[in-house]
């Protein structure tokens, strides 16, 4: 079983840089992927960022390319999402969540994911 435990969100403005954390517990292989999702109010959960946990098979969704970057501490077991030159839009709750199967192809759906993270709220004033 893997703990997903997510850190670093908070409120800045627009144009600011956040860095969130996630926390990974657990026994883990380097199959596993991590992705990380967001969720506005009113809105469905959208695809951010995923990579596998050996670093590999990394990609980003469309609107935040370019301006997010994900990255493996395996030491530190965490997943890090550096978020740049944030957006109001960018304003939602920011979950991780886990593939503990291997994938065929990279998985960017939320139901491929089968351990979540209880989220952290990012808030970007504009």
């Known amino acids: 079983q893997v703990q997903l435990a997510e850190s670093g969100g908070g409120v800045v403005q627009a144009g600011a840089s956040l860095t969130l954390d996630c926390t990974v517990s657990?026994?883990?292989?380097?199959?596993?992927?991590i992705g990380w999702f967001r969720q506005a109010p009113g809105k469905e959960r959208e695809f951010v960022a995923t990579?596998?946990?050996?670093?590999?098979?990394?990609e980003y969704g469309d609107s935040v390319k370019g301006r997010f970057t994900i990255s493996t501490d395996n030491v530190k077991s965490t997943v890090t999402l550096q978020m740049n030159n944030l957006k109001p839009e960018d304003t939602a709750v920011y979950f991780c969540?886990?593939?503990?199967?291997?994938?065929?192809?990279?998985?960017?759906?939320?139901?491929?994911?089968?351990?979540w993270g209880q989220g952290t709220q990012v808030t970007v004033s504009s």
């Open positions: 990579t596998k946990w050996s670093g590999a098979n990394i």
């Open positions: 657990g026994r883990t292989f380097d199959y596993y992927t």
């Open positions: 969540a886990a593939r503990v199967a291997p994938a065929a192809s990279t998985p960017i759906r939320d139901w491929a994911y089968h351990y």
